[in-house]
């Protein structure tokens, strides 16, 4: 039987921790950790929308991640100092807006705009998925925050169901849960899936880093990532004290 | 039963066109068309690597995505202007770097370096997948040039298979192949798929952009996008004439 | 007597095309060819003016120029990517909106914006003459769109004249019309002559690559040049089936 | 007598914490809180020096200061994605620099950079000062690590004293010690002192951001910032376990 | 006794001329030469404020400082063409709008906009300083160009005191008013003191380039540059034929 | 007859002073007048070629040209703010260099590269070719600066001959000499004429601003500007001492 590196079952995540609340300036905010990769998560709630959008009676969610210089193993260059944002930073940044709004109903929103800052305070794999599953803690308080501020009406639900998000991926040969960077570097196929509380798919992305894949293995991927988002959903909840 | 407003089946390409070597510069060129999508790919072949990569006896291969200002049916702002890429041309960008290099075995290329462009002229959905299958028939042609130049070994045989992708969604519940932007703009869940010539999968990116999905529309969709890129892989061997 | 690499006479054109309405989703188009040197010119019309313009009963009409990286024999750099736009691009684009705006009577074009977009898909010299005399195509075909529409008055002349452009140089002595990139490279003075359709200079840029140049030489290309442009308004005519 | 909202003494410090080793990933780090206002200070130790110093037998130290976007009550945009660093931000990551490397023997380091990122993760006024002295924790952590690894010499002392700095200000005509944001923001006079842990200067920053100011006032604020930088000083060292 | 490299006494200026309405464009100007270090300053005036200040009543002052390539012995790349403004040149900026702003009542003022430009066109030390005591004097035009507009009240008082700034620094243990670059390059302390015309500190900014100082050393430099800003208090009045 | 708003002759330049050596820090220099329009020249002599240019024998010659914010009526944003050098900037900055480089054998020059600043510090129509007219005078010095040092061999000739250049321009229907803003502004067309000190031409770039032009105007136009190039040729001998 395949052993990990640090012990796990194959479908077991890492420690997850969620502060929630950690930051006392943000309407929301979660520090999550899976294994050793920390994310701080913030939302920012202000009343109304951006230009474009106004009049329309619909809210605006939208993320943005990034990662502090030293939080890799060898230090990189702020994007601030290169001036320009990189591939890679833009990419996750719309895969976090994309699946926070599949689970917010603009409407019932108001003209209201969440921003959600995820910056990476430490990373060893899953940054993303990390940032999804609190970035959702930090959006339902600041949900809360407006309801209580009179900006969200008494009886909305603005949120129609949780999101959560978890790496899958195929190391020699061997589909596993939740890659930290020793895992995931090494991976030949690498997973992202994102699941709402109910277990429905909002975003599947994978890619063969090495070996194509077939859909057999695709289908253990799928599998081992709607368990590991189910897990997710539970540590949520707790967190939320729902 | 479903009828498309073009009159295609459900699981029918947009009528497809290849011009091997449109460009007289570029050492690989081909401008493809999907329906009324029409990009520019030309692939530019140097000999030598960048210095990070040289001595290891390994070639590199990378793409870049853009449209002209006016490919769509509104003009967008030149990013030459703006001063920067966007968050969807990066994406793009790295998508069919990552995709072309899945079937490229960069110890058979050696020291050589091979820049792909895809330059879209005209837009109407499809954009990125057109890029992808048209990038491989440049890329083909750009390493046979390097061969006769005597960069690449005689016998080398740096592409370990062919790369081709499409365009998949549900509109109004119906999975359906190859979207123009009338459709691709109302689909509650849109998909990529990047498959070899042999029928594996290199890269599965579905999104939902209104409902959640679930297994059983997944595996609908992945079946369609394998039937496409297997017609796709037909027409790119008829262009390289194979 | 001198011959031409080509065989081309030194008063003689090289072989030029216009593809009238290349462009599905432009209001005006053409793909524009002198010998191996393509442009794809685009016209944009949008009623309403810039801000600063407005209220003034009059209109606007601007041009960009960009080269695809691999339009030449070399790869260069995409601007976008150096976040900056280079002094040449600047320059031309400048020569192509003044040369444009001089048969444009704004005040009969009304309160409308016009962009053209002039992208040179495969360079071999004379990229910014092929420009001008492509945009002008396009300009026309986009006001006449805009007159359908209703945005420019039934009666209304927006255009006073048509504008052509052609590149002249003085090579081992010899004065020659339309320089491809072999002769261009090579010449002593090169010159760009852009005028109208009844034959008046709107713009003259001659400049001394190597020696010098006096008075007789500077009069005989100015006449080179005026041949070339009377040319091409006859191309230009009858593209637009005038 | 004056009453401080927090019910502070005048010459009293807030709520200092010092988290050494926050960071698994950097040589050297610390996350120091000067009541809300929490810094992550992470010291990166290469071998080797920039282009421009090697050769000469020292070494080099730098700073890069930084805010996260909701450190603040309201959210600021991100300087990445504004594509340029703010004037506070370069002039606050100088003075850090400035501080740390008045204590350092950069001979006695010998040929090797420490780069020390201070990122704000929460704001609430003395970001700066929190940053310099929370930096000279990391820094030390980081050279010993150098020392380990045989980078730097075993007898060598590259760290000639500690550093530490404080902000002072005039409210309402009191001068007082460490000003959160709230009193920052009223202050007449605003000041930032750097002293090493000897009890001598090495920067003096004060600004009349209402009326100019007297000697007699800046003797004042001098003597407070002298008592706040020797409370820190013991910090540090209780920290370092020392 | 200590002798300085030009002759001067330890809390001598050097020759200071102010050149007053040097600029015909602006609506104030001085070009001011301490020694060798030659600045052009103007003031715009423009009536009206920026948006986010309007319909308070209240002015706006901000200063704008540069270099030219060539003001200092070895030529520097242009900001402009580097595509960022570097973190001294904002600094000093940043430096000269606070002490313009410290002698002006904006109320008096008015809604009205003042911009200071310090263009460093020759540089020899104190080029800050210099910056200062001419902006002082372009702004003070200014603001009687704006009264004889009638944009200004009559009998207001927009400026309620004057400013001037100067350095002090101790070279081989020797406190000395006024460096030069040769001075200022070896100096172990460097301090810029900026103070009203009546006295007052408006800001002390002292940095330890070598040894760290004390505040006996402190009290001297302080003391030589309350000298300084005097015999500037009495230059500026001349200039201003007051 | 016209008469002109200053009184001069049609023919006549504009008072023109050149005051060679005004910057004590570059190798040559000369602050030059036409009228109310001031540039300061300066040139940059550093032993050694740009990489790509090494090992060839060769010199290199550029040039950088800039406005001061204020330099005209209305106070502009400095490119270094908004980032980005604007198009006007890079042609003119183009068309010195090319001037230059047309009157220096880089052969004769040596390995040794000259960069000159053409910064303007008042302008009133005519910038470009002050500019030009001035930089010339700071080349010559700074290639003599070269010769002492021992860079420029003893006997080379590095200038083959003197530059100029001067504005010429129709108004209601006049061709008129040295267009001050006044004059420039309500041209019909506008030409600037580069000319060697033996009278040819080195560059020609005429625009109709309003109505086209003809021949004859043309050979109007080419005279006048001529005779003014002949002119300044004088006063640059005298300013060099020639």
């Known amino acids: 039987m395949t052993t990990r590196a640090d012990g796990r079952a194959l479908d077991q ?19 999550i950790s899976f294994g050793d990769t920390k994310v701080l998560c913030t939302a920012s709630f202000t009343n109304g929308v951006p230009r474009w959008l106004a009049g329309q009676g619909k809210g605006w969610v939208t993320a943005e991640y990034a990662m502090l210089p030293r939080a890799t193993n060898e230090r990189s260059q702020r994007e601030s100092i290169k001036g320009r944002v990189g591939g890679r930073t833009h990419e996750i940044s719309r895969l976090i807006g994309r699946a926070l709004r599949a689970v ?11 921003v959600i800052d995820c910056d990476v305070l430490q990373a060893d794999g899953g940054t993303r998925t990390a940032s999804i599953t609190g970035a959702y803690v930090a959006l339902a308080d600041a949900i809360e925050w407006g ?13 129609s169901d949780s999101i959560a998000a978890i790496s899958v991926g195929i190391i020699d040969g061997t589909p596993m849960l939740d890659l930290p960077y020793v895992e995931d570097s090494r ?20 890619t063969a880093e090495g070996a194509p894949f077939d859909k057999a293995e695709l289908d253990q991927l799928l599998e081992l990532g709607a368990k590991g988002c189910a897990d997710l959903t539970v540590l949520q909840r707790e967190a939320l004290g729902r």
């Open 13 to 31: 995540l890492r420690p997850v921790t969620i502060e929630r609340g950690w930051s006392s300036q943000a309407e929301g905010s979660a520090l």
């Open 147 to 159: 309801r209580e501020k009179g900006f969200v009406a008494k009886k909305a639900q603005p949120l």
């Open 104 to 114: 917010v109903d603009t409407k019932a929103l108001g003209e209201n705009t969440l």
């Open 187 to 206: 991976a030949e196929t690498d997973m992202n899936i994102v699941m709402t509380g109910s277990g429905k798919f909002v975003e599947v992305q994978g």
